[in-house]
Nanobody, 116 residues
Framework: QVQLVESGGGLVQPGGSLRLSCAAS????????MGWYRQAPGKQRDLVAS???????DYADSVKGRFTISRDNAKNTVYLQMNSLKPEDTAVYYC??????????WGQGTQVTVSS
């Protein structure tokens, strides 16, 4: 059974930083594509960043240069380092694991609130 557990969310002031973690259970983590998504109230869930098994990364334009996705296959964990946070980054952040195309698993989400 695949489980994803996010952590690291919270309240931060504009310009601050947070690091999100997503710990995955189950096998084959190293060959999975991992992604971070976010969903603000009343909006759809959008891709923030992804990283393939080979380490290729992709970012939403709105976070390029501020967010960094990384993975530690030995710990079955993917991270999202978020710097220079803005109020518009406020959302629930979800981790997603893609085992094969079309087969995805989601975490329960972690709230990030950027406010003074």
């Amino acid at each position: 059974q695949v489980q994803l557990v996010e952590s690291g969310g919270g309240l931060v002031q504009p310009g601050g930083s947070l690091r999100l973690s997503c710990a995955a259970s189950g096998s084959s983590f190293s060959i999975s594509t991992m992604g971070w998504y976010r969903q603000a109230p009343g909006k759809q869930r959008d891709l923030v960043a992804s990283i393939t098994s080979g380490g290729t990364t992709d970012y939403a334009d709105s976070v390029k240069g501020r967010f960094t996705i990384s993975r530690d296959n030995a710990k079955n964990t993917v991270y999202l380092q978020m710097n220079s946070l803005k109020p518009e980054d406020t959302a629930v952040y979800y981790c997603r694991r893609t085992v094969i195309p079309g087969l995805h698993y989601w975490g329960q989400g972690t709230q990030v609130t950027v406010s003074s």
